[in-house]
């Protein structure tokens, strides 16, 4: 088994990258220090199919394969991991649990739209009081005649106030546990859906991350998604390929880091040398590369795992957990190796150095992936 990118992933890789530089590279710190939604960005990857990456052609998507998907978040994110967070959140999950567990004229209704990038998706899982305790949310769905009514606030929502739809996790029957939640598909204009406040964060300032509250929220019945009690089981699945993408992420940010440490290496000169020729400089750029390297191959191995149908739990773990982690030490050398000027905004570095942060936290923090993957290996249901 090998990662040589075939012809197709090679023409997707050089778009993406040309793209990227092109179009993402000069806007990204604007971007940054106006902590604006760069939705000029968002329509032009929508022209070029990348809003239904995953999701077949009939229903309006490209139809490409996982590993695929991780190269295009890979490259967005060298260059803006606000715009690949964008993008990994509203592909594995706000258009992909409506894809994986909804019903046809769930498909065509609303998966044609976020394919086509018409609308935005959303994905609804953490509250206030329930992040790694996933299955303590409180937000409850209490069905009345023919409708759903939802109550609830939810919290961090990546795409919140700028969806179309969003896919919300709530309790149906509070006496099961993590067997009584179940999904539902909300729209934006639905009465009671309310946005709440707009989060002040670290870094990766040019994404939505949004609350997101539902006062006696109605919604048809024909909106849930999935069967009744079985949204957590749905969303256990789902979080592998969302863990793939923020391992692609890091695995990009950490990418960006390196190039950006080699070319101020050659450049900057220092005791009549450039510093690239001092060993501690050498080392900390080979432990970089080396660990960047490895971060590839365990994400592009959990790709290539999910797209022969098999279970990925353990290998996506893995490479959130590692890519993640080392994606931190990569941007950290970085500031290092710029000195003064990675503490400074006129250099990515910085940038990059907040916005992987995230990557050992969303989608499961590294904690959680160790306890998930020590459960795989010891064969651990809780």
């Given at each position: 088994m090998d990662f040589i990118l075939n012809d197709d992933?090679?023409?997707?890789?050089?778009?993406?990258?040309?793209?990227?530089?092109?179009?993402?590279?000069?806007?990204?710190?604007?971007?940054?220090?106006?902590h604006e939604f760069p939705w000029d960005v968002i329509k032009k990857l929508a022209d070029l199919n990348f809003l239904g990456i995953l999701?077949?052609?009939?229903?309006?998507?490209?139809?490409?394969?996982?590993?695929?998907?991780?190269?295009?978040?890979?490259?967005?994110?060298?260059?803006?991991?606000?715009?690949?967070?964008?993008?990994?959140?509203?592909?594995?999950?706000?258009?992909?649990?409506?894809?994986?567990?909804?019903?046809?004229?769930?498909?065509r209704k609303y998966v044609t739209r976020l394919a086509k990038g018409e609308i935005l998706g959303a994905w609804a899982l953490?509250?206030?009081?329930?992040?790694?305790?996933?299955?303590?949310?409180?937000t409850t769905?209490?069905?009345?005649?023919?409708?759903?009514?939802?109550?609830?606030?939810?919290?961090?929502?990546?795409?919140?106030?700028?969806?179309?739809?969003?896919?919300?996790?709530?309790?149906?029957?509070?006496?099961?546990?993590?067997?009584?939640?179940?999904?539902f598909i909300v729209e934006k204009d639905t009465p009671g859906f309310i946005i709440g406040r707009q989060e002040e964060k670290l870094g990766l300032n040019a994404s939505d991350t949004s609350e997101l509250i539902l006062d006696d929220c109605r919604i048809p019945k024909e909106n849930l998604l999935g069967k009744e009690g079985e949204g957590f089981i749905d969303t256990m699945r789902l979080l592998d390929t969302g863990r793939i993408g923020i391992a692609a992420m890091a695995l990009g940010i950490a990418k960006g880091a390196l190039e950006e440490s080699i070319k101020y290496s050659k450049e900057r000169v220092a005791f009549g040398h450039p510093i690239s020729e001092f060993q501690a400089i050498q080392w900390k750029i080979a432990d970089m590369a080396t660990e960047i390297e490895a971060s590839r191959l365990l994400t592009f191995r959990a790709a290539?795992?999910?797209?022969?149908?098999?279970?990925?739990t353990k290998e996506a773990a893995m490479a959130k957990l590692f890519s993640s982690e080392s994606g931190i030490r990569a941007c950290s050398e970085a500031v290092q190796i710029l000195g003064g000027y990675g503490y400074t905004k006129d250099f990515p570095v910085e940038r990059y150095?907040?916005?992987?942060?995230?990557?050992?936290?969303?989608?499961g923090t590294s904690e959680i992936q160790r306890l998930v993957i020590a459960r795989q290996i010891l064969g651990l249901k809780r």
């Open positions: 992933q090679r023409i997707i890789q050089k778009t993406v990258r040309e793209f990227a530089e092109k179009e993402i590279a000069p806007v990204a710190p604007i971007y940054d220090k106006s999701i077949p052609e009939k229903y309006g998507g490209a139809g490409l394969d996982y590993l695929s998907y991780t190269i295009v978040i890979e490259e967005i994110s060298r260059y803006d991991a606000s715009i690949g967070v964008t993008l990994a959140a509203h592909n594995s999950l706000g258009i992909g649990h409506i894809y994986a567990a909804g019903n046809e004229k769930q498909r953490t509250e206030p009081g329930a992040g790694s305790d996933a299955a303590g949310i409180e769905a209490v069905k009345d005649g023919n409708e759903w009514v939802l109550n609830g606030t939810k919290r961090f929502i990546t795409n919140g106030s700028i969806c179309g739809t969003v896919v919300v996790m709530a309790k149906t029957d509070p006496s099961k546990g993590a067997h009584g939640i179940s999904a290539f795992l999910k797209d022969q149908g098999g279970n990925v150095f907040r916005d992987v942060r995230l990557c050992a936290i969303g989608e």
